[in-house]
Nanobody, 118 residues
Framework: QVQLVESGGGLVQPGGSPRLSCTTS????????IGWFRQAPGKGREGLAC????????TYADSVRGRFTISRDNAKNTVYLQMHSLKPEDTGLYYC???????????WGQGTQVTVSS
């Protein structure tokens, strides 16, 4: 059974640096691309970062490039999103998605809420 479970969210002060985790099961992580996405209140889903299978190439949205880093630990079946310099506009539901060979991210976790507020 394929599962993606996010963790690491919560209430964060502006400027904070939390790390989110996406723990996977039911498939061999190293063979598939994983992306982190965000849905802010009243807005659509935004792709933030993705990491490719095998070579681990990373891609970032302009809104987070230089502040967020995506990485993977295949031995732990986990993909991370290290976030720095958080702003209130980074508030949202963060979730990971997997491309399991369809060419698009269509397998999702349930998400973890990040609220940036003082």
């Amino acid at each position: 059974q394929v599962q993606l479970v996010e963790s690491g969210g919560g209430l964060v002060q502006p400027g904070g640096s939390p790390r989110l985790s996406c723990t996977t099961s039911g498939f061999t992580l190293q063979h598939y691309g994983i992306g982190w996405f965000r849905q802010a209140p009243g807005k659509g889903r935004e792709g933030l970062a993705c990491i490719s299978d095998n070579d681990g190439r990373t891609t970032y949205a302009d809104s987070v490039r230089g502040r967020f880093t995506i990485s993977r630990d295949n031995a732990k079946n986990t993909v991370y999103l290290q976030m720095h310099s958080l702003k209130p506009e980074d508030t949202g539901l963060y979730y990971c998605g997997a491309d399991l060979g369809t060419g698009q991210y269509d397998t999702w976790g349930q998400g973890t809420q990040v609220t940036v507020s003082s």
